[in-house]
């Protein structure tokens, strides 16, 4: 009996003669050519250990999987794999009520992660749409963004400390507890952002922060991307606890209304809308006065048309089921391309006219969808539908548009499968040369996410 086999007596595992569909696809659209050879579902960082080192022994490739809402391809695996399934590693280790951390094990939900440090009047900031499926140990390896990374910084900075299984096995303990230490090479950033190709994530200490006593929203309309920069810019300088900056153009705006079966927010036709968040500490800080007045002053200086202001956290909540509500959108416009681009703020309206312009004279039957976190110029432009034989062509047009700017073909969503062809539009080749020599270092049999992100 082989490693691999014996093992599975003792961790959960599924087989060929199981129902593993669910673990043949992310939500990219991406789906696995044929089935894993087995799907691994360990419980403790010993276990991963065990199976990586089973998996090196019989020259097995694997696919580490988290919560599969990723948009890029990363967790889908190839036909004949191992999928190592984070999914049973989901314990809240310990709070620290001192210093405002967690412990966590890699498999912990983002949703349920949320919840449990709220009710001890504890807040983590990291949120998307994607809440109630991802995983910690999968935001912490696509280095996820989400809705408040205006003001809490990505995934990247809310990691603290580490614990990483190598593709030998060694477990790397790096689970440091504060915010500064300068002990040299910094080694867990080699595996944030890096979507599994170097390391597998277990366990992981986590910045918290008090709870926001309250929170109000705003919606905004605005006549162009000149009213946009300047509220952008205002708003960091008035609204200190600003913490989410969302945009949507008008088309995306009434699709989502259409998708929800609901109507528009605003009355108007207006180009742009921008859904803004303060969070306050306190209940009487005054956040919610300050928001409404600063948005007054807006209108009456003509500065920006309407404003809506939630009255209650139904009608806040509602606002924000528009801005999350691209799932259900995307579902008539297939097949399509969702980008998920980086691009310098002042280049933004020049961008989006040369792509645009491109796109609608080579495929003027698509329909193109605008929305961002456009606070950290982070830009989701959605094209489609597209002839499946096109959507190459559609990747490549934009992604020069974006390498003209400097911008980045990733802003959050990472590489994955599905972006690995264009990766050289944002990376020069020494770079793209010196990340193949550590991920050689690190896993030269490249037995862990093979074929992702970049070939050896
Ligand atoms: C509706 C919706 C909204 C979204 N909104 C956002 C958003 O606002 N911001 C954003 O950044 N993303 C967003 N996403 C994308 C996605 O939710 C994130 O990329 C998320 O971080 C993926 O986590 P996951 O656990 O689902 O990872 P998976 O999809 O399972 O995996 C993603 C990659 O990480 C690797 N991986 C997973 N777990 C581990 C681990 N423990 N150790 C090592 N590698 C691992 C996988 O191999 C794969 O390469 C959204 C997705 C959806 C469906």
Redesign the pocket.
Known sequence: MSTLQTLAKTISSLGPEDDLSRYLR??SGLEAEGLPAQVLRPRTTAEVAAIVRACGLENRRM?????????AG??VPDPGDVVLS?ELMDQIESLDAFSGTVTVQ?GVVLESLCRQVEAQGWYFPMD???RA???I???I??N????RVLRYGTMRELVLGLEVVLADGTVLTMMNQGLKNNTGLDLKHLFIGT??TLG??TRAVLRLFPKPAERHSALVALADFHQLTDLLKAARGTLPTLSSFEVMWRGYLQAAARALNCQEPFDGAYPLCVLLEVESGRPDAGDGQALHRFLEERIAGGEALDAILPQSRQQAAQLWRLRDA??EILYDMQPCVAFDVGIPLQALPGFMERACARLDARWPDARRLLFGHLGDGNLHLSTGPHPPADLSAVESLVYEEVERVGGSISA???I?RIKKPFLHHSRSAPELALMRQIRHLLDSRQQL?CG?VLDL
């Open positions: 992310d939500e696919t580490i999987q988290g919560g599969r809402t990723g948009l990363g967790a984070l890699g998307c749409g994607a499926s991802c995983q140990g999968g935001n390896a696509t996820a963004g989400g809705n979507e599994g597998i994530v691209i799932g959050e969503h990472g994955g996410n992702r």
